[in-house]
Antibody
Framework: EVQLVDSGGGFIQPGRSLILSCRAS????????MTWVRQAPGKGLEWVGF??????????EFAAPVKGRFTISRDDSKSVAYLQMNSLKTEDTGMYYC??????????WGQGTLVTVSS | DIQMTQSPSTLSASVGDTVTITCRAS??????LAWYQQRPGKAPNLLIY???SLESGVPSRFSGSGSGTEFILTISSLQPDDFATYFC????????FGQGTKVEIK
């Protein structure tokens, strides 16, 4: 069974850093691009960024609101993707989901991990 | 950036009804479009990809159509589990989501 488990969220002050993890099982992790999507409370879905699989270069891409502050990495040996969030702002508050992509979105998504940025 | 616009924002319907949700892209995305269902407090669930391909395990009452800039999600014979929020998503260039359509009980 394909499963993604998101973790690492919490309450954090503006300007601080946080690392989220996405642990995968049930599929060949190294073959997939791994993507992060967030959802502010009561709002819609917003693409955050992704990291390509090694065969496609292993490089990340980011949405404009987080570019320069967030980084994404992956450890294919552990089947884990990471979202490092620096210089956090109150507008980064929301549920963060990881998901996978192979020439298009693939289910399922992780259950999400909540990040609250507040002083 | 490619913008996605869904309509309506809210839709009131009854069990057994057939409902349609429209999604428009700001430029052609060919058939690179997906639809998701999200229930309160849960992660989105992929229903349709490549505009009209049904994800494994999704009931056949869900169907998608369209290409280019205009797309439709149709839910036939609405079931109690179907009252939820639906999002379209383009994946031609990175990902962009529509703002969502809430399907509520009339």
């Amino acid at each position: 069974e394909v499963q993604l488990v998101d973790s690492g969220g919490g309450f954090i002050q503006p300007g601080r850093s946080l690392i989220l993890s996405c642990r995968a099982s049930g599929f060949t992790f190294a073959d997939y691009t791994m993507t992060w999507v967030r959802q502010a409370p009561g709002k819609g879905l917003e693409w955050v960024g992704f990291i390509r699989n090694k065969a496609d270069g292993g490089t990340p891409e980011f949405a404009a609101p987080v570019k320069g502050r967030f980084t994404i990495s992956r450890d294919d040996s552990k089947s884990v993707a990471y979202l490092q969030m620096n210089s956090l702002k109150t507008e980064d508050t929301g549920m963060y989901y990881c998901t996978r992509d192979s020439s298009g979105p693939r289910g399922p998504w992780g259950q999400g991990t909540l990040v609250t940025v507040s002083s | 950036d490619i913008q996605m616009t869904q309509s309506p924002s809210t839709l009131s319907a009854s069990v057994g009804d057939t409902v349609t949700i429209t999604c428009r892209a700001s430029q052609s995305i060919n058939s690179w479009l997906a639809w998701y269902q999200q229930r309160p407090g849960k992660a989105p669930n992929l229903l349709i990809y490549k505009a009209s391909s049904l994800e494994s395990g999704v009931p056949s009452r869900f169907s998608g159509s369209g290409s280019g800039t205009e797309f439709i999600l149709t839910i036939s014979s609405l079931q109690p589990d179907d009252f939820a929020t639906y999002f379209c998503q383009q994946y031609k260039t990175y990902w962009t989501f529509g703002q969502g359509t809430k399907v509520e009980i009339k």
